[in-house]
């Protein structure tokens, strides 16, 4: 079975950016990288690593949005185009499965385990990761919202699953049918009216649902889907990359447990950096996925490093 991994970046700071984790997947995996990218050039190039074009279009005024800053709302919408970088690699090339992952990601140092935990899970649904909360919010809103619901003819009542996240996931050629209806629904005017709309803009806040996970989350609903990737641990900062490693190694302070999943402690705040509510790393090592959300460069060097030298 072939088997890869998929990045995605956009904008030259963003491209660059993600080279310190295409290489810690080349020390530490055996496996080729895809890297959809645009708005810049990739100036970097490895024997495994295949760089694909994508293009972006931008089908709203991101300064039309009332109150919402154009420069926050935009890497929202760019996360819409997760799936197209997945389906580029599963249709175009000799790729049977693949794991996304967040250029924000920093993972297992044996991150090829992932396809070995999950690889018999993964049907005609992709495996998303399990946010730390059952029932997340995006400032103060249900990370799905009534209106999506009605958008897409679902019922909240068909939730099979918790919250999950799009910060890696696995999927494989039977995911195929899954990711065009993900890409169309993210892609489709109608869906982004109801983000954009004068009422949208004047009288709500819903921006941040205007992402892939929503999408994801309720296609995933509707097919009774009960399968996910583990929780990933949510820190900005690489003190809580070297302490969560250590506490691996040698656990020597206790913990509460996640009220959600029991299999998951809660890191104490200081080391969960802007992520305090219910960032978690799970009880077993063995199920350990890594740390996202980690944006700062100096910060994410060194969280490589640590996985390297620690895990």
């Known amino acids: 079975m072939k088997r890869a991994y998929v990045l995605y970046a956009v904008g030259q700071t963003y491209i660059d950016g993600v080279k310190p984790l295409i290489d810690f997947l080349f020390r530490n995996s055996k496996y080729n990288v895809f890297l959809c990218y645009a708005e810049g050039t990739v100036s970097y190039s ?12 931008y089908r709203i005024d991101f300064t039309k949005l009332g109150r919402h800053d154009p420069t926050a709302v935009r890497p929202i919408y760019i996360t ?27 993972p297992i140092k044996n991150v090829d385990i992932i396809f070995d935990r999950y690889s018999s899970e993964c049907t005609n649904y992709p495996l998303l990761t399990k946010f730390p909360f059952r029932d997340t919010f995006c400032e103060g809103r249900p990370l799905i919202l009534d209106k999506m619901l009605n ?10 699953i918790g919250s999950l996240c799009t910060c890696i996931f696995m999927a494989n050629k039977q995911c195929i049918s899954f990711l065009k209806t993900w890409s169309h629904i993210a892609h489709d005017n109608q869906y982004s009216k109801i983000f954009t709309n004068e009422r ?7 921006i941040a649902q205007f992402t892939d996970e929503p999408i994801a989350n309720m296609l995933i609903w509707k097919m009774g889907g009960t399968k996910s990737l583990q929780i990933t641990t949510w820190t900005d900062v690489s003190e809580g990359v070297l302490y969560t490693l250590n506490q691996y190694n040698n656990m020597t302070d206790e913990f509460y447990t996640n009220p959600d999943y029991s299999d998951c402690f809660i890191l104490p705040p200081k080391y969960a950096g ?14 350990f996925l890594g740390f996202h ?5 100096q910060e994410f060097r060194k969280s490589l490093m640590y996985m390297e030298q620690l895990y």
């Open 293 to 297: 959300a980690i944006k700062n460069p």
């Open 200 to 206: 949208a803009i004047v009288e709500d806040n819903d």
């Open 151 to 160: 958008f897409m003819r679902v019922s909240r009542n068909i939730r099979s």
């Open 46 to 57: 490895h024997e495994r690593l295949t760089s694909i074009p994508i293009e972006i279009e």
């Open 80 to 106: 819409l185009y997760k799936p197209d970088a997945v389906l580029l690699v599963l249709e175009n090339y000799d790729v049977d499965e693949c794991v996304y992952l967040d250029s924000d990601i920093v």
């Open 274 to 287: 802007s992520y305090v509510i219910n960032a978690s790393f799970t009880k077993s090592k063995s199920d």
